[in-house]
């Protein structure tokens, strides 16, 4: 039976065999023909008896306004998949400098939850005295297909290129359903070693419920 995590898991498979920008579009839709894939591995910080899972995040520049793409992470301690993920993504023409993009994620976890999460992108681009920056900006809704409740989430970045092989990030992730709010602060660097290929460090700190923190290891490759 094909799955939807198959389906990503294949889609992966496809894009490493292609010859090798940087992060996620976002707001802004993938050059047609441009692929994008990302490699993480995320470690809880001071709970070294935990494996880290490692996430892997493709997009594909379908045309100039469609962005297709998926993402799949895995939980190296259990073999299992956590979650997969399948999205589509439609760029709008900017309006006042900003900009509009609309998207669809259809999302499966390890006990077979399936869900769809239409979404709505925001984005800017700005200079500075320290070089040229971006922000962007979504917020989703998370339905269930079955039964079970569903939930929001909003995501802000604001990023600054001070130097031509350097990336300085700084997100918000926030989360909230019916038990209870998530809030992460998310900074991240990332260099250039080679064009179109980066390497990626990120902190994510849990405000609430509870303090948590995680170290995030990645490389991006585009081409």
Not at 36 to 52: K, L, R
Not at 55 to 65: A, F, K, N, R
């Amino acid at each position: 039976m094909i799955t939807l995590r198959s389906l990503v898991a294949l889609m992966a498979a496809v894009s490493c065999q292609m010859p090798p920008s940087p992060a996620e579009a976002g707001a802004w839709p993938r050059k047609d023909g441009e692929w994008f894939i990302s490699i993480q591995a995320t470690q809880d910080w001071g709970n070294w008896v935990n494996y880290p899972k490692v996430s892997t995040y493709l997009e594909y520049g379908l045309t100039d306004v469609w962005t297709i793409g998926g993402r799949i992470e895995h939980d190296l301690q259990t073999y299992e998949t956590s979650e997969a993920e399948l999205f589509v993504r439609r760029a709008f023409p900017t309006v006042l400098t900003w900009q509009l993009a609309a998207g669809m994620t259809f999302s499966e976890t390890t006990e077979g939850t399936l869900s769809f999460k239409p979404s709505f992108h925001l984005g800017k681009g700005f200079e500075t005295r320290w070089g040229n920056g971006w922000m962007d900006a979504l917020i989703k809704v998370e339905l269930p297909v079955e039964e079970g409740a569903g939930s929001v989430g909003a995501f802000a970045q604001i990023g600054l290129k001070p130097h031509e092989c350097l990336l300085t990030m700084i997100s918000v992730d926030a989360h909230a359903d019916k038990f209870n709010t998530t809030v992460k602060l998310l900074p991240s660097l990332a260099w250039e070693v080679r064009p179109g290929r980066h390497i990626q460090v990120e902190w994510s700190e849990t405000v609430t419920p509870a303090p948590e923190g995680k170290l995030s290891l990645g490389i991006w490759m585009s081409f």
